[in-house]
């Protein structure tokens, strides 16, 4: 899903103290589309009264255009949430990704570390066996030095 476009500046109907809640000028649709973004009505365009004094308009127009900017400055609202809800589930995404890699490495490292195990266990296992046949044989050479009821005979050279 593709991010709106920053806007490039404040459009003239809003007010000094409103230019934080810039809107954009165009939506772009996960399609890749540039979509016109909602406009404000004309008689909220054109305020080129001095700041504090009322425009000379009647209530119903004053409340249009009250409610025509609520819901502009909703709309905005609206598409930086879509955006922040977007760049998480990146976040989220790639963090998924990194995640998957560390287990596939450790599952690699893993099955090397049992090999090695076995191995040194099968290693262990021949050398145990190999202790135990030369303490046999050195037995049985020092029971064939030894002759009668357990006297040793000695050589002299």
Do not use: W, Y
Not at 13 to 26: E, H, S
Not at 68 to 85: D, G, H, V, Y
Not at 124 to 145: G, I, P, T
Request: hydrophobic share 30%.
């Amino acid at each position: 899903m593709a991010a709106a476009a920053a806007p490039i500046g404040p459009p003239s109907f809003m007010k000094a103290d409103q230019q934080d809640l810039v809107p954009l000028t165009t939506l772009i649709d996960p399609s890749g589309i540039n979509i016109p973004a909602p406009q404000p009505p004309p008689s909220l365009q054109s305020d080129s009264s001095p700041r504090g004094q009322k425009r000379s308009s009647d209530s119903a127009t004053d409340e249009e255009d009250h409610v025509t900017l609520k819901r502009i400055k909703n709309t905005e609202a609206a598409r930086r949430s879509r955006a922040r809800k977007v760049a998480r589930l990146q976040s989220l995404e790639n963090e998924v990704c990194r995640l998957e890699r560390d287990k596939a490495n450790m599952s690699s490292e893993l099955h090397k570390m049992k090999a090695e195990r076995d191995s040194s266990l099968r290693r262990e296992s021949d050398l145990k066996r190999r202790v135990e046949q030369l303490e046999n044989q050195l037995f049985f050479e020092r029971k064939a030095r030894t002759t009668g009821f357990g006297t040793t005979v000695h050589m002299t050279a």
